[in-house]
């Protein structure tokens, strides 16, 4: 909710952007839970991915993504925003990626998935 504070300081509209077919673009290595866990202890990301081949920093290729932009929703300037402030308009914004996502979804993943695909927010 770090974007939302600052938005909400300099009244700044944010726009709900969705990229369908992310996941698609690395591979998660799985594996190497004890090392992985103690790096996140101290604050380090453990997150062990690979993309392309031959330069697995770069995503795969030949991944279809399907991008859908929302419309702005306009945030108050609020100079020291409490924190009910930044949550109130948090959840807004989730509201609204989740109707982008619920509008698009069978379009970017066809009818029969559609059906089953439900975004998870943490």
């Not at 591979?27 to 992985?36: L, T």
Request: with cysteine; aromatic share 12%.
């Amino acid at each position: 909710t770090g974007f939302i504070r600052l938005c909400l300081q300099f009244g700044v509209a944010v726009r709900p952007v969705f990229v369908f077919g992310e996941k698609d673009c690395y591979w998660n290595i799985q594996g190497g839970w004890k090392s992985r866990l103690a790096l996140n202890r101290l604050g380090l990301p453990a997150v062990l991915t690979w993309g392309c081949s031959w330069l697995p920093l770069l995503p795969k290729r030949n991944v279809e993504l399907y991008i859908v932009v929302g419309d702005p929703l306009p945030l108050p300037k609020i100079e020291h925003p409490t924190k009910e402030d930044v949550h109130k308009w948090h959840e807004k914004y989730i509201t609204a990626l989740t109707k982008l996502h619920e509008n698009h979804k069978e379009k970017a993943y066809g009818s029969s998935a559609a059906k089953t695909m439900k975004l998870e927010v943490w």
